[in-house]
């Protein structure tokens, strides 16, 4: 099964690249479900990774839902061009309709705008397809759009408690677009869905460090309200990862 790593700066994307992930998911503020990279970030990766792998930035302007303004569209629009211009292998869009389904004049505008910057810019759906009432027919409405792949749960809060759906996806889908399951994923999940057909897994891969305890400095235990606190890529579990994929 193919690996995917969400990445949040160059020690993430060395670190999936160097453990034999396939692709990275590339973004800032994971603590906010993830944002659109910086430039200088997309460009940090691509050193760090040094051509072992695919980057796929997340293009998501702001925190919070995925219903979108144009002026939001607009500003995602800038950024899929800048961040192909630089390089990046595809891009990571979503947008949804305040009744929860896909916004196909939204999307399709965001999808049109990669591949006019790159005609083989590969698109993935994110998770805003576990909003949707049915993930299994949204599949069809992304093989229509052109999409490369789809990121789900299954609808689910977590991907042990989705693979039924996620199969069903699979089915559906037909082999036109890969289903790539991420979200709560963890590794005993994994032959669970190669069972059921999936190809590709996504994964955060994250630990927590800090410098504050007490106001001492210290690399323990970091609390939930740590002001030093930040994310990085957990090594030990990518290389898991790489392991039970494999």
Same mark, same amino acid.
């Given at each position: ?171 559906? @889908?037909? /082999?036109?677009?890969?289903?790539? =399951? ?5 590794? #005993?999940?994994?032959? &669970?869905?190669? $069972? %059921? ?23 323990? @235990?970091? /609390?939930?309200?740590?002001?030093? =606190? ?5 090594? #030990?579990?990518?290389? &898991?990862?790489? $392991? %039970?994929?494999?």
């Amino acid at each position: 099964m193919k690996l995917e790593i969400v990445a949040v700066g160059a020690q993430g994307a060395a670190v999936a690249a160097e453990e034999g992930a396939e692709r990275i998911e590339l973004c800032s503020a994971l603590e906010l479900g993830g944002l659109t990279p910086s430039q200088g970030l997309m460009e940090a990766a691509q050193e760090a990774a040094a051509g072992r792998l695919e980057i796929h930035p997340l293009i998501r302007c702001r925190p919070g839902d995925f219903l979108y303004s144009g002026a939001d569209l607009d500003t995602m629009g800038r950024e899929i061009r800048f961040l192909l211009t630089q390089g990046a292998h595809g891009v990571v869009i979503g947008v949804l309709t305040a009744a929860g389904q896909i916004d196909i004049q939204g999307t399709r505008k965001l999808a049109d705008t990669a591949l006019e910057t790159n005609p083989n810019a590969q698109l993935t759906f994110h998770r805003a397809i576990d909003q949707t009432p049915d993930p299994t027919a949204a599949v069809g409405q992304l093989v229509e759009l052109g999409f490369t792949r789809v990121l789900s749960s299954g609808g689910a809060a977590a991907v042990s408690e989705g693979i039924a759906t996620l199969e069903r996806m699979v089915q559906r @889908a037909a /082999g036109r677009l890969e289903v790539m =399951a991420g979200g709560g994923l963890a590794l #005993d999940d994994i032959p &669970a869905l190669h $069972a %059921a057909g999936l190809s590709a897994v996504h994964l955060s891969a994250k630990k927590t460090v800090s410098t504050w305890i007490n106001g001492a400095s210290s690399v323990n @235990a970091p /609390g939930p309200h740590d002001p030093t =606190a930040y994310m990085v890529t957990d090594r #030990d579990l990518v290389r &898991a990862a790489r $392991a %039970a994929t494999r």
